[in-house]
Nanobody, 120 residues
Framework: QVQLVESGGGLVQAGGSLGLSCTASEKIFSINIMGWYRQAIGKQRELVADITSSGSTNYADSVKGRFTISRDNAKNTVYLQMNSLKPEDTAVYYC??????????????WGQGTQVTVSS
């Protein structure tokens, strides 16, 4: 069973930057998407950004131009660089791996979550 370990959360002032990382305990199947989700108090969990095994990226409109997702397949790691942070970015951030071995063989793995707090 794949385990995901996150790091990099913390407290930062508005306008500042923070970087998150997530490392999988073992190699992921070749067809996969790695991404970051977040959930603020009283709000629905939402996709922040994701990246395919071939490097295609997808961002929520609210973070475009400010956040950058990247991955290092050799290290089984996905990163999220967050710049120009806003108080609205405050949330628990979760790493996700969506693995596809077939139409009936899809699995999701989740990290433990890391708190990101942006002060005004």
């Amino acid at each position: 069973q794949v385990q995901l370990v996150e790091s990099g959360g913390g407290l930062v002032q508005a306008g500042g930057s923070l970087g998150l990382s997530c490392t999988a305990s073992e190699k992921i199947f070749s067809i996969n998407i790695m991404g970051w989700y977040r959930q603020a108090i009283g709000k629905q969990r939402e996709l922040v950004a994701d990246i395919t095994s071939s490097g295609s990226t997808n961002y929520a409109d609210s973070v475009k131009g400010r956040f950058t997702i990247s991955r290092d397949n050799a290290k089984n790691t996905v990163y999220l660089q967050m710049n120009s942070l806003k108080p609205e970015d405050t949330a628990v951030y979760y790493c996700n791996v969506h693995e596809v071995r077939g139409i009936a063989h899809i699995k999701d793995y989740w990290g433990q979550g890391t708190q990101v707090t942006v002060s005004s």
